[in-house]
């Protein structure tokens, strides 16, 4: 599967609601490593939930369903190597949600730049992906929503619960 770039993944008015809730995901972990904070909160669980039927359409797979979503805030020097996705990410749409300037989402061989409710829908598990080093500065900052979605029949259903 190519990696697909969807626009406007969220109407309007959800889209304006997640920007308004995001100051009220508090206890965020540092990843010092990569120069982020990352999250998760029932909000954003729902709103993985919320977009089933979009993976569902996007990936041409009838019954997945939502395993675990994470908002992360890269700031500084960020980074993110190239890697494969080890855990329940079979599926994953990753929202960018605000950004001071652009980091292209390298797929494989392609960068890909998304903007404010762009998403780039891939295979975590079996593409690789990441992000060149960039230094966003002391006041830069680029966020996103990583939104992960597996079969159910999967471990993260059967095994992890």
């Known amino acids: 599967m190519q990696p697909i770039k969807i626009t406007e993944v969220l109407e309007q008015k959800e889209f ?65 190597e190239m890697h494969k996705d080890d ?28 903007n404010p409710n762009e998403a780039l829908c891939y295979l975590g598990n079996d593409q690789l992906h990441g992000r060149k080093p960039k230094d966003l500065g002391s006041n830069g900052s680029v966020e996103m929503i990583f939104f992960h979605y597996v079969q159910p029949d999967h471990w993260f259903f059967t095994h992890n619960r």
């Open 87 to 114: 855990n329940a990410c079979t599926y994953t749409i990753d929202l960018c949600v605000r950004q001071t300037e652009p980091w292209g989402l390298w797929v494989e061989d392609k960068e890909f730049i998304l």
């Open 16 to 80: 304006n609601n997640l920007i308004n809730n995001l100051p009220y995901i508090k206890d965020a972990l540092h990843d010092s490593g990569r120069s982020r904070y990352m999250k998760d909160s029932n909000y954003i669980t729902d709103l993985g939930k919320s977009l089933e039927k979009l993976a569902r359409e996007i990936f041409k797979e009838s019954n997945i369903k939502s395993s675990y979503s994470l908002y992360c805030k890269y700031f500084s020097k960020a980074s993110m």
